[in-house]
């Protein structure tokens, strides 16, 4: 089955550093890729929609400023948390489609803790 | 707007029983309808989804789930749960082709399988 791989799994940085997130498909084309947050023991909260070639789509509440998505080629779409908080602490997770594919394909997510 | 509820915040059963897991949608039109399970730290994995044809659906790890249209659920199942089951599950409903791809996933449920 197709793979998803998001690099770093485990990252800890300090308060007002920048962090990248990497998310990879490795054997299909993802036109386009949906990054989500997740908090303990709580349900994935979409907070973008990134399609190749294009400026991503971000859900109501989530600062575009902040949290910088780059979808620059059809395997790649990074996630940049700029100046991170304590509260931006979280289990992100990417999620990548292939044009009109009804699969969806998960990363194993990234867990990032802002000290 | 496509939502999915996930009644049960926890199920507890005991080893060799049967498994249930809730949940009921609310959509326009005809759902596409998905379960994934989730372990620690770890991205979502996919069992199983309903587009249409048989209402009940076979898929990994020995799940299964029924859609049933007149009392809006896809409830998931397994005849004989095992400890190794004890994960969280997240019920999830997209809008059908040409709609774009994003899930709403349900709140979760957190199944705990005692030995």
């Known amino acids: 089955g197709a793979v998803v791989s998001q690099h770093p799994s485990r990252v800890i940085c300090k308060s007002g550093t920048s962090v990248k997130i990497e998310c990879r498909s490795l054997?299909?084309?993802?036109?386009?890729m949906f990054w989500y947050r997740q908090f303990p023991k709580q349900s994935l909260m979409l907070m973008a929609t990134s399609n190749e070639g294009s400026k991503a789509t971000y859900e109501q509440g989530v600062e575009k400023d902040k949290f910088l998505i780059n979808h620059a080629s059809l395997t790649l779409s990074t996630l940049t948390v700029t100046s991170a908080h304590p509260e931006d602490s979280s289990f992100y997770i990417c999620?990548?489609?292939?044009?009109?594919?009804?699969?969806?394909?998960f990363g194993p997510g990234t867990r990032l803790t802002v000290t | 707007a496509q939502s999915v509820a996930q009644p049960e915040d926890q199920v507890n059963v005991a080893e060799g029983n049967p498994l249930t897991v809730k949940c009921t949608y609310s959509v326009s039109g005809n759902p596409y309808l998905f379960w994934y399970v989730q372990y620690p730290n770890r991205g979502l994995q996919f069992l199983l989804k309903?587009?249409?044809?048989?209402?009940l659906v076979k898929g990994s790890y020995g799940f299964e789930a029924e859609f049933n249209k007149s009392q809006t659920s896809f409830h998931l199942k397994k005849p004989s749960a095992l400890v190794s089951d004890s994960a969280l599950y997240f019920c999830a409903v997209r809008d059908p082709p040409p709609g774009d791809y994003k899930l709403s996933f349900g709140a979760g449920t957190t199944v705990t399988v005692r030995a």
């Open positions: 999620r990548a489609s292939a044009r009109g594919g009804l699969e969806q394909y």
């Open positions: 309903y587009i249409t044809g048989d209402n």
């Open positions: 054997d299909f084309q993802a036109t386009t």
